[in-house]
């Protein structure tokens, strides 16, 4: 498989969204808002299933090249995830989490682990891996405990709310 890295892509898909938004004739372009999202939504789709793939792979002696980039994959969402969940929500109960201390000492927990997870993916450490991943479960069990202690942890399985995905080889 050809790949210009991760990285790579990721600075061109970001220069030339930056090109298309910014128009010929070199416009600042408008500032995207704050999704129309509940912060559950979010969780479900952008934290609970990386979060998921993180810790089927820190389960395994192994990971093979792809599972590697899943991996590295998962990281990245669950990084990105943490903004949201730091910043916006259109739930009923967002804006009183985000207003919380602890909920926001929780949201930058899970942005660190998800750098440390990253870090471990790239180096291809499973030790890592599977220390941030436990620490990011700590840190997701503790907030779900506080804000959600109806349903702590929605259950291991996970998949109800989304299918689960495979890889083509």
Same mark, same amino acid.
């Given at each position: 498989?050809n790949?210009?890295g991760l990285?790579? +892509?990721?600075?061109?898909?970001?220069?030339a969204?930056m090109?298309?938004?910014? *128009?010929a /004739?070199?416009q600042t372009? &408008?500032k995207?808002?704050?999704?129309?999202?509940?912060?559950l939504?979010?969780?479900?789709?952008?934290?609970?299933i990386p979060?998921?793939?993180i810790?089927?792979a820190t389960?395994k002696?192994r990971?093979?090249?792809?599972?590697?980039?899943?991996?590295?994959q998962? +990281?990245i969402n669950?990084i990105?995830?943490a903004?949201?969940?730091?910043?916006? *929500?259109? /739930?009923?109960?967002d804006? &009183?989490?985000?207003?919380?201390?602890?909920y926001?000492?929780w949201a930058?927990?899970?942005q660190?682990?998800g750098?440390k997870?990253l870090?471990a993916?790239r180096a291809k450490d499973?030790?890592?891996?599977?220390?941030a991943?436990?620490?990011?479960g700590?840190v997701?069990?503790?907030?779900h405990?506080q804000h959600r202690?109806?349903t702590?942890?929605? *259950?291991?399985?996970?998949?109800?709310f989304?299918?689960?995905r495979?890889m083509k080889?």
């Amino acid at each position: 498989m050809n790949r210009i890295g991760l990285a790579g +892509a990721v600075a061109i898909g970001l220069a030339a969204a930056m090109a298309l938004a910014g *128009g010929a /004739g070199g416009q600042t372009p &408008a500032k995207v808002g704050a999704p129309p999202l509940s912060l559950l939504q979010i969780m479900r789709a952008s934290v609970e299933i990386p979060a998921d793939g993180i810790w089927a792979a820190t389960a395994k002696d192994r990971l093979t090249d792809a599972e590697w980039l899943l991996a590295e994959q998962d +990281a990245i969402n669950v990084i990105v995830s943490a903004s949201l969940m730091a910043n916006d *929500g259109t /739930g009923p109960k967002d804006k &009183a989490w985000q207003a919380n201390a602890d909920y926001q000492a929780w949201a930058k927990a899970v942005q660190e682990d998800g750098v440390k997870l990253l870090a471990a993916a790239r180096a291809k450490d499973l030790m890592k891996l599977q220390d941030a991943g436990d620490h990011l479960g700590g840190v997701c069990t503790d907030c779900h405990t506080q804000h959600r202690p109806e349903t702590p942890s929605d *259950g291991i399985a996970r998949f109800p709310f989304y299918p689960a995905r495979e890889m083509k080889k």
